[in-house]
T-cell receptor
Framework: KQEVTQIPAALSVPEGENLVLNCSFT??????LQWFRQDPGKGLTSLLL?????REQTSGRLNASLDKSSGRSTLYIAASQPGDSATYLC????????FGAGTTVTVRA | DTGVSQDPRHKITKRGQNVTFRCDPI?????LYWYRQTLGQGPEFLTY????????KSRLLSDRFSAERPKGSFSTLEIQRTEQGDSAMYLC?????????????????FGPGTRLLVL
């Protein structure tokens, strides 16, 4: 059974600082890994998808890396803004998604 | 561009009542998933369909839960004899799956969820 862990559980930074969110997983037999954003009481918005054969994926200020051999992924958010405040979830896809508990980010103006 | 929609968005019910949720996937998507999310946790897989066939059910899905996807379009999730422990956000997702295709790029798109509170 896939176990996904996200560290830290919460993070508070001043505006402009770069964010580093970590995700680890136990089973490397995945098709891809997705990072999602969730605002309080809302559904999930897909941010980035990294295919199993890829090492990195970028979208704007977001960059995600994947190291399947060590079971790790990292999401980097450059130059954080108050609008980045949300919970960030990583999910491993082996036809169904296995999620971590998320990292709740607060960006202080 | 119509995304995944869910109805209702919120449901309050008394313990022992039955409830039914609906999910309308993105129109060309052949796979539909149900997940449940409790406070402070990530979503947990419940079940999924490929077209109208239900291919897997999680052990989380007790016999009080049933899901259908008639004609491979919308799906319903019914909970019978609700319990307080059923209080959660129920999320639906859909994707386009092609056998032998680029499964590594399969992306699941989520709806806004149905928040259930059982009193």
């Amino acid at each position: 059974k896939q176990e996904v862990t996200q560290i830290p559980a919460a993070l508070s930074v001043p505006e402009g600082e770069n964010l580093v969110l970590n995700c680890s997983f136990t089973d490397s037999a995945i098709y891809n890994l997705q990072w999602f954003r969730q605002d309080p009481g809302k559904g999930l918005t897909s941010l980035l998808l990294i295919q199993s054969s890829q090492r990195e994926q970028t979208s704007g200020r977001l960059n995600a890396s994947l190291d399947k051999s060590s079971g790790r992924s990292t999401l980097y958010i450059a130059a954080s803004q108050p609008g980045d405040s949300a919970t960030y979830l990583c999910a491993c896809n082996d036809y169904k998604l296995s999620f971590g508990a998320g990292t709740t980010v607060t960006v202080r103006a | 561009d119509t995304g995944v929609s869910q109805d209702p968005r919120h449901k309050i019910t008394k313990r022992g009542q039955n409830v039914t949720f609906r999910c309308d996937p993105i129109s060309e998507h052949n796979r539909l998933y149900w997940y449940r999310q409790t406070l402070g946790q990530g979503p947990e897989f419940l079940t999924y369909f490929q077209n109208e066939a239900q291919l897997e059910k999680s052990r989380l899905l007790s016999d009080r839960f049933s899901a259908e996807r008639p004609k491979g379009s919308f799906s319903t999730l019914e909970i019978q004899r609700t319990e307080q422990g059923d209080s959660a956000m129920y999320l639906c997702a859909s994707s386009s799956w092609t056998s032998g295709g680029a499964v590594s790029s399969e992306t699941q798109y989520f709806g806004p969820g149905t928040r259930l509170l059982v009193l």
